[in-house]
């Protein structure tokens, strides 16, 4: 055999060889770019399918998903942040022109959206799993949402954005307007009292009746109507924003405010079975406060004194005060004339005027001591000791007690807490499932500014 053709030979199981090699990596290469394009279409899959999907929270096995929460909680940050920067324009302004009154109001409403902004991303949870129950609720009793529901509530919505009000609301304004002077023509106010740094009794005047045939009020001039085409473009307008600052199209936008109008409804009917007369009591109350005893009389400053010296003048303070709680009562269930001595005695600067009147109200009104001991004293007597809370001493006289007419503010009060004990109580018959992490919630750089 020829050296040509050993050399021949050799150099076709060299490239042999050289192939094989290649075929291998080759192969490697095909392998690894598959394993590489596994993962990657996992955390596609993982990432824009079943996060998005997965439940953050359940409600009787209704699912609440990743991705429904996300949405809501990128819009709800944002109204917050438009509000709060609104408010801190506002507060630059203020404190240029050296209002520092308002600045510091301002600056208190900043401070409140701010911490708002803080939790509102598990509050956002907490909302759409309350929601889940007044859909559910929404069924029970037939409640629902038409479009043009959700179209109007959007149009108020826009009108706002613009400064002013829907032709409808408008409407609805100037009747109001009417019912309200029609109902004070006929309703004479009790005295309220609330538990604030001093005890205040409000009375308001009878207003007098409205003459026959005297026109109705049309609509006020001042009233800023958004109509047409205004409302579209701002509408367009909003969408453009949403979309582009939260990634919100209009198909989940209209779902938000769907929500949002059918908790409103439900909410509603649930309210409005609120009795309108509930158990009330008319009392009288004379306090005599001891904070005034614990400073000096020639109106100097307080000398500093040890945890123990506060202890004590407070204590003694106290014991003097109650003193002349007890002698009222004596002097009360003497004879003497309740109001005469509430002039004479009573710290409460709301109620003295009013021979310490607190008028008819709701329990819960007052402090707890007061308010159990208006419930609970006997009617047309003075209370054989004096009531202690922290404002003092009060002397307590029961007038009157039973069932009477809510007052507006209080029927307001009440339906509140209807609805809240309704909440309350549906939630223990329920079973919710919070799954909430802070992980779950959209990458958030705004509080990190």
Do not use: C
């Not at 958004?226 to 990634?247: A, D, E, F, H, P």
């Not at 109620?351 to 009617?379: C, N, Q, Y």
Request: charged share 25%; hydrophobic share 35%; no cysteine.
């Amino acid at each position: 055999m020829s050296k040509e053709q050993i050399r021949t030979r050799r150099q076709i199981a060299y490239s042999r060889q050289e192939q094989e090699q290649l075929r291998l990596v080759y192969t490697a290469l095909a392998v690894v770019a598959g394993l590489v394009a596994v993962v990657l279409l996992f955390g596609l899959i993982q990432t824009y399918y079943l996060e998005p999907n997965a439940a953050i929270a359940t409600v009787n096995g209704t699912k609440i998903t990743v991705g429904e929460y996300r949405d809501r909680v990128r819009y709800e940050r944002f109204l917050l942040e438009q509000q709060y920067t609104q408010i801190a324009q506002q507060l630059e302004n203020l404190k240029k022109d050296g209002n520092e009154q308002f600045a510091q109001f301002y600056q208190q409403l900043a401070n409140q959206v701010l911490q708002q902004r803080s939790v509102v991303d598990q509050q956002t949870v907490d909302q759409m799993i309350d929601d889940k129950l007044l859909e559910a609720e929404a069924t029970k009793r037939g409640i629902k949402v038409a479009d043009d529901e959700v179209n109007e509530y959007i149009n108020r919505l826009m009108a706002g954005q613009l400064g002013g009000i829907t032709q409808p609301s408008a409407e609805k304004t100037v009747a109001a307007q009417v019912q309200a002077t029609t109902t004070a023509a006929s309703w004479t106010p009790t005295p309220t009292f609330t538990p604030e740094a001093t005890l205040t009794s409000t009375k308001g005047l009878t207003p007098t009746a409205t003459p026959e045939n005297t026109p109705l009020p049309g609509p006020t001039p001042t009233l800023n109507v958004i109509q047409g085409s205004q409302l579209s473009t701002q509408y367009s307008n909003w969408l453009q924003v949403l979309n582009k600052n939260v990634s919100i199209d209009e198909t989940t936008y209209r779902q938000i405010i769907r929500q949002t109008v059918l908790s409103d409804k439900v909410r509603e009917a649930i309210s409005d079975a609120t009795p309108k007369k509930a158990l009330q009591a008319h009392a009288r109350h004379i306090l005599i406060s001891w904070q005034k005893d614990n400073a000096p009389a020639d109106g100097k400053a307080t000398p500093e004194l040890s945890t123990e010296e506060k202890a004590k003048a407070e204590e003694e303070a106290k014991a003097k005060a109650k003193k002349i709680a007890e002698d009222v009562i004596k002097r009360l269930k003497a004879g003497e004339d309740f109001a005469k001595l509430t002039e004479e005695f009573s710290d409460d600067t709301g109620s003295k005027s009013d021979g310490g009147d607190l008028g008819f109200v709701s329990k819960g009104r007052f402090v707890e001591p007061v308010d159990k001991a208006i419930f609970e004293l006997p009617v047309g007597k003075v209370g054989d000791e004096p009531v202690e809370s922290q404002f003092g001493w009060h002397v307590l006289e029961v007038v009157e007690r039973g069932d009477h007419e809510l007052s507006s503010s209080d029927y307001e009060q009440a339906k509140r807490e209807q609805f809240s004990t309704w909440l309350s109580d549906t939630k223990k018959q329920v079973t919710i499932e919070d799954n909430w992490t802070t992980d779950k919630a959209p990458k958030d750089s705004f509080l990190a500014r």
